[in-house]
Structure formats: structure tokens, C-alpha cells
């Protein structure tokens, strides 16, 4: 504040000895004294403006304003949000007992070519899936181009890892299909321990998760250790799942941002959209 006051105090003095040259015997001509002294006036108000700027510190570079916004302000924006349902997505949920030949997905596959599609396995206490039965269930979604996300619950229903649609047709579908599913999903509900596994398909494990609450660079941080998506949480809770930051769109996200530093009057936070 006080170099705000000196800068404002020493235009002010200019402008004043300016006003006071005919009293000291100068000629000078009424339109100039008038000129000079507003332009004196001028200049100490943006010696005020420009010394208040300067106190306020640098502005926030894009990269820098998409690092310390909160996940959950750029929900669907930083991260794939799982389908929940609406707007013609449609939700799988599966427990041991279920009748896979049943869902709709494989007796009507037609029905599904055009919308996400989502899988979670529900764990019961004291039942186990087949491999089988749910092998048969990933050579159906193979034909489902919006299957994107398997998700594994336990029988609390809290989130227990995570597996990309693609991993899946590709891992639980061929010869080796029912030992992978063995290794990948009934192994991981005897032992959520076992969810560390999930990483050899891309996958997340029980601990790979973030809370909506944290920002960007935190997600970034914990992305540059390896892990190659992070389930985003409400409010750190096991039984919200929201979606998944990849590390793929994390970085083409945080790329955009850095572009965009070349050009910082043209972005704003509106800027930040989906990853489709």
C-alpha cells in the first residue's frame, strides 16, 4: 500500500510543479499547461493501477489453473464419468447367480451396437462366478463397441478394482479366457489384496482411487508414479464410483492446457470438456 501511495504521490508532485511554473516567472501557454497537467494526472492514476497489479502477483497460467481445479469441478471434463443408466446407457449388474444367457445384452445384441455400456460384478459371501458362464458374457459384449468399463464390487458394494472394457474383450475372450478370468476376477474377490493384478490389464486396483475433492495435480502426481487410471470417488466414498481418470486423457488434458499458455485470453474453464 505505501508504494501504491508514493507512486501516486510522486505524479501528483509533477503535476503540481508543472501547475506552478507561471508563478515562478515561465511563460507558458494555457492550452499546454492544460495538456501537461492532465496528462501528469493521468499518469499517476496508471502508476496506481500499475503498482496494484504488480502487488496482486502474476496471473495463473492455464496449466496452472487446471492443476488446482478440483475434480469434481470438471466433472465428465477430467475424467470418463461410468454410465449410470440415463440418456440411453445401460448399467449390467451380475452376481454369482445370475443367468448370463438371460440379459438382454446377449438376447438381443442388436438392441445395444449404439450405447455405453457398463458391467458390474457384485461379490456375494459364500458364492463364487464361474469362469464359464462369464465367458460367455465377454464374447457378447466383444460385438458391443460402447462396452467400456467393468467394474468389481464387493459384497458391501464398495468398488474393488476396475477393468477397461478393451482389457476385457480382450483378455476373458479366446483360449486362455476362463485361467485370465480366474486370475482377474474371481481371485480378486477371494482377496481384494489380489487387485494389484488388475494393473497387468490396464486395470485399477482397490487402493487406485482418488476422491472428487482433490485437484488436478494431485491425480497428475500419482499418475507420473505409473498407475494408468485412477476411479474417481464421491467425496471418498467406496460405494459412489463416479468414473475414471486415464493417464491417456490426463495428459492430453494437461497438453491442451499447456498449449494454451500461448494464448491464455482464449481459455477459460468452460475450455476443459469431456474426453469422449
Request: with cysteine; hydrophobic share 45%.
Amino acid at each position: 500500500m505505501q508504494k501504491v501511495a508514493l507512486s501516486a504521490a510522486i505524479g501528483i508532485a509533477v503535476a503540481a510543479a508543472v501547475l506552478a511554473l507561471p508563478y515562478a516567472g515561465l511563460k507558458v501557454a494555457p492550452v499546454t499547461l492544460m495538456m501537461v497537467a492532465a496528462a501528469l494526472s493521468m499518469g499517476a492514476a496508471a502508476a496506481v493501477l500499475a503498482r496494484t497489479l504488480m502487488d496482486k502477483g502474476p496471473a495463473k497460467s492455464a496449466k496452472e489453473l487446471l492443476g488446482s481445479t478440483q475434480i469434481k469441478k470438471g466433472a465428465g471434463g477430467l475424467y470418463n464419468k461410468f454410465p449410470d443408466g440415463s440418456h440411453g446407457s445401460v448399467v449390467i449388474t451380475l452376481k454369482p447367480e445370475s443367468k448370463v444367457e438371460m440379459l438382454e445384452v446377449i438376447k438381443h445384441p442388436q438392441n445395444y451396437v449404439t450405447k455405453d455400456v457398463m458391467v458390474t460384478l457384485r461379490k456375494v459371501e459364500g458364492a463364487t462366478f464361474n469362469p464359464v458362464e462369464l465367458n460367455k458374457l465377454f464374447g457378447a459384449l466383444t460385438a458391443q463397441p460402447g462396452f467400456t468399463h467393468l467394474l468389481l464390487r464387493d459384497e458391501h458394494n464398495e468398488f474393488v478394482g476396475y477393468i477397461p472394457g478393451g482389457a476385457a474383450k480382450s483378455s476373458f475372450t479366446g483360449p486362455n479366457a476362463e485361467s485370465q478370468i480366474a486370475k482377474y476376477i474371481v481371485g480378486v474377490f477371494a482377496d481384494a489384496a489380489n487387485s494389484v493384478y488388475l494393473h497387468d490389464v490396464h486395470g485399477a486396483s482397490s487402493t487406485d482411487w482418488i476422491d472428487d475433492e482433490k485437484n488436478v495435480a494431485e491425480a497428475f502426481e500419482r499418475m507420473s508414479g505409473g498407475f494408468r487410471c485412477l476411479v474417481v470417488l464421491d467425496d471418498a466414498n467406496r460405494r459412489k464410483p463416479l468414473g475414471v481418470i486415464t493417464y491417456e486423457s490426463l495428459m492430453g488434458q494437461t497438453l491442451k492446457a499447456a498449449a494454451s499458455n500461448a494464448n491464455p485470453s482464449s481459455v477459460s474453464m468452460g475450455d476443459f470438456r469431456p474426453f469422449r
